[in-house]
Every structure is written in structure tokens, then in C-alpha cells.
């Protein structure tokens, strides 16, 4: 399931996702549907979207101020947040420095290098505690089912 995510090293190409990092591909290209899809996953779930997040307009405005003065690897990325109650109650439950996870969140990329794929990419919790298993299921499971829609 891990593959690649946020690709800024075009000497390897795309860099692989690190063991804390969830990342998936939907084939298409179409930003827009898999952006609906993943919103409409989590209100699915009787979740709440808190927050969707321009990350790549932020790069754009960002660019000329960076060391490199690098250009955004993004045709489009966005970062959608959202929050379980029950989950953050249980987290809380096990250890209040876990409030750290929450908001939970799932990004929405398309790359200038492979822009017929959209890609989604999670923060995963590392699952060691049930709180931690039932947060990283539902990302799973929002993913997954986004995917379907989408396709």
C-alpha cells in the first residue's frame, strides 16, 4: 500500500513514502473528482470537513522567498482536515499528548511530473494503541472507498 508521496527529489524520481505515510493512487487525472469523492468518504462516515487547505497555491505564493527559488512539483495539492469525535475522545483516553493527531488528514495531490494520476497521502498514526488502530482504519477506509467513487 505505501508507494510514493510528496516527490520533490527528480533524481530518483518519485520518493518513497516513508512507514509513517499512507499514499495511494487514482488513475484519471481528474483533481476535482477525486477532491469530491474523499470529501464526500468522510461526510459519508458523519464526519465534519474542518478545513481544506491550497497547499499548492501556498507554494506558488511561497516560491520566490525558498533557498532554491524552486518551482511547486504540484499542478494541484490540497489538505483535507477533519476530525472523528469518538476517535479523539479514545486517543485522549490512552494519553492526552496524542490531542497531537488531531485534526486527522488526507492529502490531494497532482503532480506536473505525472499529471494523470491523482494522489492521496495520510499521516499514519503508528498504531500502537487501539485509539491509534481505529484512526488508521478510518483513513484506510476513507481512502478506499474516495478511490471508488472517483473511479
Known sequence: MLGCALALSPACGPASAADDIGDSSVPGGNFQAVRDALIESIEEEGLVVSAVIPFNDMLQRTAAASASNAVSPFVRAEIVQFCSSRIAWQLLAEDRAQIALCPLSI??????EAPAQVR????LTGGSTPGRVAADALLERLVRRAEALAR
Open 120 to 123: 492521496l497521502a495520510w499521516r
Open 107 to 112: 492529502s490531494v495531490q497532482q503532480t506536473r
